[in-house]
């Protein structure tokens, strides 16, 4: 079965930096899109950052672009999130997904907050 296991939240003060990474097992992971998405209390699930399987495109939405910067390593099945110049607005419970088969795949989420 698909799991994915996210890791590397907490807390940060505005400026600072962050690395999530999750593990990715039950799937040929190296075939798959990646994406990873974030939800701060009281808003809408956001798409943050997108790494294709066939030439590692990356795709990031105007609110991150710049300072986020996704990426994968095919031999460890893990995807990582680098998160840099961090703002307060960031603050959120990060998941990373999978779509396999159509159906839409989670972990348990990573929380970040930035907060001096």
């Known amino acids: 079965q698909v799991q994915l296991v996210e890791s590397g939240g907490g807390l940060v003060q505005p400026g600072g930096s962050l690395k999530l990474s999750c593990a990715a097992s039950?799937?040929?992971?190296?075939?798959?899109?990646m994406n990873w998405y974030r939800q701060a209390p009281g808003k809408e699930r956001e798409l943050v950052a997108t790494i294709t399987s066939a030439y590692r495109m990356t795709n990031y939405p105007d609110s991150v672009k710049g300072r986020f910067t996704i990426s994968r390593d095919n031999a460890k099945n893990t995807v990582y999130l680098q998160m840099d110049s961090l703002k307060p607005e960031d603050t959120a419970v990060y998941h990373c997904?999978?779509?396999?088969?159509?159906?839409?795949?989670w972990g348990q989420g990573t929380q970040v907050t930035v907060s001096s």
């Open positions: 039950g799937f040929t992971f190296r075939l798959y899109d």
């Open positions: 997904n999978v779509v396999k088969g159509y159906v839409g795949y």
